[in-house]
C-alpha cells in the first residue's frame, strides 16, 4: 500500500470564546484525509506559529503521516536546544494531528488505539468563583444542581484585589469585574508611593480567605460535593505548606499548584507534614519537571498541559507511569485548550486506568460553531463522540470571525502590596 504523506501543515489562530488558540492542521497525500491538533500558548501564539510554518512545516512536507513516534523524535530533537513552551506546543499541533489521521486511517476513535475504553466518560470539574464566601457557594450548588459531583472553589479568582494606575479602559477590557473603587482604593493605601501598575493581590490575606472559604463551605455543603482549590503558585513556600495543612480536615479532592515549579523542593517537607492530595503541572514544559515527582510520589495529580508537554505522545507515557507510581491524570482543562485540545485530553481520559478527573471550561456557541464535534458534557461526565481520530473538526472561515487580540496579557502583570513583581 502507497505510504500516506504529509502535504501540507498549517496553523489557525482564533479566539471565539476570547482566549486567544492555536490549531495545526496537517494534510496528506490522501484527498480529504487531514489531522487537527492544540499548539494552544495563548500568552504567545504567534511564536508558536512561527515555530510551525517556519520550522516544522518545511521539515515534515513529504515524511510519512503514520511514523508519529519518529516524527515526534526527530522534530523534538531537530532544534537542538529543546522543551520549552513555545517548541513543545509547536510540536503538539503537529502530533496531535498525526494521531488524528492514524484513527481516521483506522476507522476508530484514537481511545480505541490507546487500548480502549476504561469508562463511557470522564467525570469533569467546573469553577466556582465570586467575592465572598455565599456567593461561591451559591456556585458550588447551581453545579451540583447540574449533576457536577467535582467543583473548584475560588474566591477573587487567584487572589488579585484590583487594579493600581491602570486607565479605566485597560482595566475594563482585562478584568471588568474587579474594577471597583473600594478594592482599588485599598491596594493604593498598602503600597508605597509611585508603585507600578499591575494587578495587586496581598498572598498573606489570600491564605486567610482560602481557609475561611473552605470552612464555609464545608460548614454549609457538607461533603456531598468534591471540593478542589489552586493555589496558582501565589503563596510562600512556607504559607503553602501552612495552608495544605491548614485544610486538611477539609478533604479536598485535591489542592492545586501550592508551589510554583521553581520551588518543588519544598513538596518533601509538605508530603512530611499533610495528606492533603497535591496538583501540580499545569506550568510543566520539560519532563525533568514532571517525571521525578511521579517517581518519587511527590504529587497525587499530574495537572500538565497537554500541549505544553508536546501533545499526546508524550502524555500518555507520563500516564502510563502515573499508573505505576499510584498518580492520576487531571490534564489542565481551561479556556485556553481548543476544543481539538480538549478532545486530546478526554481520549486519554476514557482510555487511561489512572484517570482522575478533568478540569473543563464548557464550550460556548461560537466555539461549536468554530469547532465543530466538541465533545459534550452530561451530568457532569464528558462524552467522546466516537467519530474516527479525535472527532473535533475546524470551520476555517467561521474561525476567522473571531480573530486574536494583539500584545501580551496584561492580567499576568502581577504585583505584591509592595509593588514587586509576583507569579500570576
Ligand atoms: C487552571 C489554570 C488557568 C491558568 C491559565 C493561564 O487551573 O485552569 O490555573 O486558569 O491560569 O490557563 O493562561
Ligand atoms: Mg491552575
Keep these: 500500500m502507497k505510504a500516506i504523506t504529509i502535504r501540507e501543515v498549517q496553523v489557525t489562530l482564533t479566539a471565539p470564546a476570547g482566549s486567544r488558540l492555536v490549531v495545526v492542521k496537517v494534510e496528506t ?7 487537527l491538533g492544540c499548539a494552544t500558548f495563548t500568552q504567545r501564539p504567534l511564536a508558536v506559529k512561527t515555530a510551525v510554518e517556519e520550522y516544522l512545516r518545511p521539515f515534515l512536507i513529504g515524511k510519512e503521516a503514520d511514523r508519529i513516534e519518529d516524527i515526534w523524535q526527530t522534530c523534538y530533537q531537530n532544534s537542538y536546544w529543546r522543551n520549552g513552551p513555545v517548541l513543545n506546543n509547536a510540536l503538539s499541533g503537529v502530533d496531535m494531528a498525526l494521531w488524528d489521521i492514524k484513527g481516521k ?10 487500548g480502549g475504553k476504561c469508562r463511557e466518560g470522564a467525570a469533569v470539574y467546573r469553577h466556582a468563583d465570586g467575592r465572598e464566601p455565599k456567593e461561591v457557594e451559591d456556585r458550588v450548588r447551581a453545579w451540583m444542581a447540574e449533576g457536577y459531583q467535582y467543583v473548584r472553589a475560588q474566591m477573587g479568582g487567584y487572589g488579585g484585589v484590583g487594579w493600581r494606575k491602570w486607565p479605566k479602559e485597560e482595566a475594563a477590557r482585562y478584568a471588568p469585574e474587579v474594577v471597583r473603587g473600594e478594592e482599588e482604593e485599598a491596594a493604593r493605601r498598602a503600597a508605597p508611593k509611585g508603585a507600578r501598575p499591575g494587578v495587586y493581590y496581598d498572598p498573606r490575606a489570600h491564605m486567610l480567605s482560602v481557609v475561611k472559604l473552605l470552612d464555609h463551605l464545608r460548614a454549609e455543603i457538607g461533603f456531598e460535593v468534591e471540593l478542589l482549590h489552586d493555589v496558582h503558585e501565589r503563596l510562600a513556600p512556607i504559607d503553602a505548606v501552612g495552608l495544605a495543612k491548614a485544610v486538611e480536615g477539609h478533604k479536598l479532592y485535591f489542592l492545586e499548584d501550592p508551589l510554583a515549579p521553581e520551588d518543588l523542593e519544598w513538596l518533601e517537607m509538605m508530603r512530611a507534614q499533610t495528606s492533603t492530595p497535591i496538583a501540580m503541572g499545569e506550568l510543566f514544559n520539560n519532563p525533568r519537571e514532571w517525571t ?3 517517581a518519587r510520589r511527590l504529587i497525587d495529580f499530574m495537572r500538565m498541559h497537554m500541549s505544553q508537554m508536546g501533545g499526546i505522545t508524550p502524555a500518555r507515557k507520563a500516564a502510563a507511569m502515573g499508573e505505576m507510581c499510584g498518580v492520576r491524570t487531571a490534564w489542565h482543562g481551561p479556556g485556553d485548550v481548543s476544543p481539538v485540545g480538549h478532545a486530546a485530553n478526554l481520549h486519554l481520559d476514557v482510555a487511561c486506568p489512572n484517570f482522575g ?7 460556548g456557541e461560537a466555539e461549536q460553531e468554530v469547532f ?4 459534550e ?11 474516527p481520530g479525535l ?3 475546524l470551520d476555517e472561515k467561521a474561525a476567522a470571525r473571531y480573530p486574536c487580540f494583539e500584545g501580551p496579557d496584561a492580567w499576568t502583570v502581577t504585583r505584591r502590596p509592595d509593588g514587586s513583581a509576583a507569579r500570576p
Design 29 to 35: 497525500s490522501e484527498a480529504g484525509l487531514y489531522g
Design 105 to 114: 486511517t483506522a476507522g476508530m476513535p484514537v481511545y480505541q488505539l490507546l
Design 292 to 294: 521525578p515527582l511521579i
Design 357 to 363: 478527573v478533568q478540569e473543563f471550561g464548557g464550550f
Design 372 to 375: 465543530p464535534g466538541c465533545p
Design 377 to 387: 458534557v452530561r451530568g457532569g461526565y464528558l462524552y467522546p463522540n466516537d467519530r
Design 391 to 393: 472527532g473535533v473538526d
